[in-house]
């Protein structure tokens, strides 16, 4: 389908829904698309194709039979029906999804995410993002090769602003400086990562960019860890300590923080960090205590122990938490969909699924796919389709 085609199919919705989050601009932000399909013979649209495919993760389908179920069996068919839009065969889709430009299709929805992010109110606090990796293990089963993605995710609205596929002849650390190219508003923000990108070359990127750092210091920096463990913490006081009971844990946080200078071998490094968790289950009186160390090149005007911790913090839950809320509610690792581009559109999908929800303030994403599946029409106002045409 043309370009010019896919602007008079997304034209049908001017004036729709603005509510909240504008959803229109998803599907007029994926205008620039090609369809990879000959054109002779296309029964289905690639807009037609991207609303179903797009509501029917939200909805929370897990596979390409799932969302051609979702088309055929759930989905108001008469509102449908009114923007021209048929139920594609679960093939139709995987052919579609497979040849996909996924260079492209990131590109789009990593402008649209950001864009997003730029209508909503101003935050006060400065903004975290956090870059992390991740393996979709499914997707390597029948000896296909692997799909590991980095992405740049929002902190605070748990959005991917960026993601790029990490080849197997290549690593994460050869990707980040490619992967925040395409995060436009960078300057002042933080961006934590975790020790695997504790880089000279990352932290001189970011500098030049204006931006600062959080990066974890562990075993792959022996040097560096050694520089940081021979400070005199137990001379420094705790500037920051947390309780918290959660999931039939107790956790204590404590964080400390000292000015670095000299004595630190690494780039643009302001303060050090130590960062201590003890913890032990609700039932049990015997606790784990792990410790930690980070360097900032935030100073301490900027940041203060509290701060670092809640960054440092975030990190962690979106490693723990945003990957598992993929692989619970969307049982990722478990996908069977292991063709061309298709594994990268999916999971790409499900980043659009978790967006558009978090930023509708749903914080169970799980019950909220569950409630939306009940309520297809719903699902259909989310990329700018009103119940009733």
């Given at each position: 389908?043309?370009?010019?085609?896919l602007?008079a199919?997304?034209?049908?919705?001017?004036g729709?829904?603005?509510?909240?989050?504008?959803?229109?601009t998803?599907?007029?932000?994926?205008?620039?698309l090609?369809?990879?399909?000959?054109?002779?013979?296309?029964?289905?649209?690639?807009?037609?194709?991207l609303?179903?495919?797009?509501?029917?993760?939200?909805a929370?389908?897990?596979?390409?039979v799932?969302?051609?179920?979702?088309?055929q069996?759930?989905?108001p068919?008469?509102?449908?029906?009114?923007?021209?839009?048929?139920?594609?065969?679960?093939?139709?889709i995987?052919?579609?999804l497979q040849?996909l430009d996924?260079?492209?299709?990131?590109?789009?929805l990593?402008d649209?995410?950001q864009?997003?992010?730029?209508?909503t109110?101003?935050?006060?606090?400065?903004?975290?993002?956090?870059?992390?990796?991740?393996?979709?293990?499914?997707?390597?089963?029948?000896?296909?090769?692997r799909?590991?993605l980095?992405?740049a995710?929002?902190q605070?609205s748990?959005?991917?602003?960026?993601?790029?596929?990490?080849?197997i002849?290549?690593?994460e650390?050869?990707?980040?400086?490619?992967l925040?190219d395409?995060?436009?508003?960078l300057?002042?923000?933080?961006?934590?990562?975790d020790a695997?990108?504790t880089?000279?070359?990352?932290?001189k990127?970011?500098?030049e960019?204006?931006?600062?750092?959080?990066?974890?210091?562990?075993?792959?920096?022996?040097?560096?860890?050694?520089?940081?463990?021979?400070?005199?913490w137990d001379?420094?006081?705790?500037g920051?300590r947390?309780t918290?009971?959660?999931?039939?844990r107790?956790t204590?946080?404590?964080?400390?923080?000292?000015?670095?200078?000299?004595?630190?071998?690494?780039p643009?490094?302001?303060?050090a960090?130590?960062?201590?968790?003890?913890?032990?289950?609700?039932?049990?009186?015997?606790?784990?205590l792990?410790?930690?160390?980070?360097?900032?090149?935030?100073?301490?005007?900027l940041?203060?122990?509290?701060e670092?911790?809640?960054?440092?913090?975030g990190?962690?839950?979106?490693e723990?938490g945003?990957?598992?809320?993929?692989?619970?509610?969307?049982?990722?690792?478990?996908?069977?969909?292991?063709?061309?581009?298709?594994?990268?559109v999916?999971?790409?999908?499900?980043?659009?699924?978790?967006?558009?929800?978090k930023?509708?303030?749903?914080k169970?994403?799980?019950?909220?796919?569950r409630?939306l599946r009940?309520?297809?029409?719903?699902?259909?106002?989310?990329?700018?389709?009103?119940?009733s045409?």
């Amino acid at each position: 389908m043309s370009s010019s085609h896919l602007h008079a199919f997304i034209d049908q919705f001017e004036g729709l829904n603005h509510d909240i989050i504008q959803p229109k601009t998803l599907l007029r932000s994926l205008v620039k698309l090609p369809d990879p399909r000959a054109r002779r013979g296309i029964r289905h649209p690639l807009a037609h194709i991207l609303v179903i495919v797009i509501c029917a993760v939200i909805a929370g389908a897990k596979s390409l039979v799932e969302i051609a179920e979702w088309a055929q069996d759930v989905a108001p068919q008469q509102q449908l029906a009114g923007y021209g839009i048929g139920a594609p065969h679960a093939t139709t889709i995987a052919r579609v999804l497979q040849l996909l430009d996924i260079q492209t299709f990131e590109l789009l929805l990593a402008d649209w995410a950001q864009n997003l992010r730029r209508g909503t109110s101003p935050e006060t606090r400065t903004r975290a993002i956090a870059v992390d990796g991740k393996e979709l293990r499914g997707a390597k089963n029948g000896n296909r090769p692997r799909v590991h993605l980095l992405s740049a995710i929002d902190q605070g609205s748990h959005a991917v602003l960026s993601q790029v596929s990490v080849g197997i002849k290549t690593n994460e650390i050869t990707q980040f400086t490619t992967l925040l190219d395409h995060v436009v508003e960078l300057k002042g923000a933080v961006v934590t990562a975790d020790a695997l990108h504790t880089q000279k070359g990352h932290a001189k990127y970011l500098h030049e960019r204006e931006a600062h750092y959080i990066f974890t210091v562990k075993g792959n920096q022996a040097k560096l860890l050694a520089e940081l463990e021979q400070l005199p913490w137990d001379e420094v006081p705790a500037g920051n300590r947390t309780t918290q009971t959660k999931n039939g844990r107790r956790t204590i946080r404590t964080v400390k923080s000292v000015t670095v200078t000299t004595g630190i071998s690494f780039p643009h490094a302001t303060q050090a960090m130590q960062i201590t968790r003890k913890s032990r289950s609700l039932g049990s009186a015997r606790w784990h205590l792990e410790t930690v160390h980070a360097l900032t090149s935030l100073p301490t005007h900027l940041a203060d122990p509290r701060e670092l911790g809640l960054w440092i913090q975030g990190h962690w839950g979106i490693e723990n938490g945003l990957h598992w809320r993929r692989d619970v509610t969307w049982m990722e690792d478990r996908s069977q969909v292991r063709v061309g581009n298709a594994p990268h559109v999916m999971a790409t999908l499900r980043n659009i699924a978790i967006t558009l929800l978090k930023n509708l303030g749903h914080k169970n994403l799980a019950k909220a796919t569950r409630k939306l599946r009940n309520h297809p029409d719903r699902v259909l106002s989310l990329v700018g389709l009103e119940a009733s045409r």
